[in-house]
């Protein structure tokens, strides 16, 4: 079973849309969450750290289900250029280790 | 703009030949650097952790031997592919942090060609 497991999508949602990804982990003791976003060719760019209280950024909203060992990641009000990659991230010790999903990928059209 | 610098950001080579990666933290001290390898649609794979002035720590499965690290100052990190056969192909990222915030940067990525 693999660390960090995402649907690898493609997501096609017009503008406006809700979209939700969700992500697993296998590993209970894990640390820290996140999720980042990658443009196509690009590094990978932290959209937002996971919190068990669940956090929301604007238009975006992650939760973390440790009983479920799965991390959530919502979208409202969709924009073409949230079109990416989204890459759910866990550290699953206390350093700075990083396990990365393949990424669910995500494609706004107008 | 960046924090972490890579270069170069595209390398073409022959089969057989070495190619040297650099990745500079810009305007931080980086205790540790982390290299990562993504093929085309999978996830970034760790390749080594790497603290500076000593040894990287190399995930398993990933030849020290082949790819050689170097992490001799707070401020560059360097893999050496040695002997690149086109299965090398990939595309390599490099991150830094520093126990001051440790937070975590990501650098532009290189992305490597093997003919």
């Known amino acids: 079973r693999k660390e960090v497991e995402q649907d690898p999508g493609p997501f096609n949602v017009p503008e406006g849309a809700t979209v939700a990804f969700n992500c697993t982990y296998s590993n209970s003791a894990s640390q820290s969450f996140f999720w980042y976003r990658q443009d196509c060719r690009k590094e990978p760019k932290l959209l937002m750290s996971?919190?068990?209280s669940g956090n929301e950024d604007g238009r975006f909203t992650a939760q973390l289900n440790r009983a479920s060992q799965y991390i959530s990641l919502l979208i409202r009000d969709s924009k073409l250029s949230d079109s990416a990659t989204y890459l759910c991230?866990?550290?699953?010790?206390?350093?700075?280790?990083?396990?990365f999903g393949a990424g669910t990928r995500l494609a706004v059209h107008p | 703009g960046a924090v972490v610098s890579q270069h170069p950001s595209w390398v073409i080579c022959k089969s057989g030949t070495s190619v040297k990666i650099e990745c500079r933290s810009l305007?931080?001290?980086?205790?540790?650097m982390f290299w990562y390898r993504q093929f085309p649609k999978q996830s970034l794979m760790l390749m080594a952790t790497s603290n500076e002035g000593s040894k990287a720590t190399y995930e398993q499965g990933v030849e020290k031997d082949k790819f050689l690290i170097n992490h001799a100052s707070l401020t560059l990190s360097t893999l050496t592919v040695t002997s690149a056969h086109p299965e090398d192909s990939s595309f390599y990222i490099c991150?830094?942090?520093?126990?001051?915030?440790?937070?975590?940067?990501f650098g532009e990525g290189s992305r490597l060609t093997v003919l």
């Open positions: 991150s830094a942090t520093t126990r001051v915030t440790g937070e975590l940067f």
């Open positions: 991230v866990v550290n699953p010790r206390a350093v700075d280790k990083l396990i």
């Open positions: 305007d931080f001290q980086a205790t540790t």
């Open positions: 996971v919190y068990s």
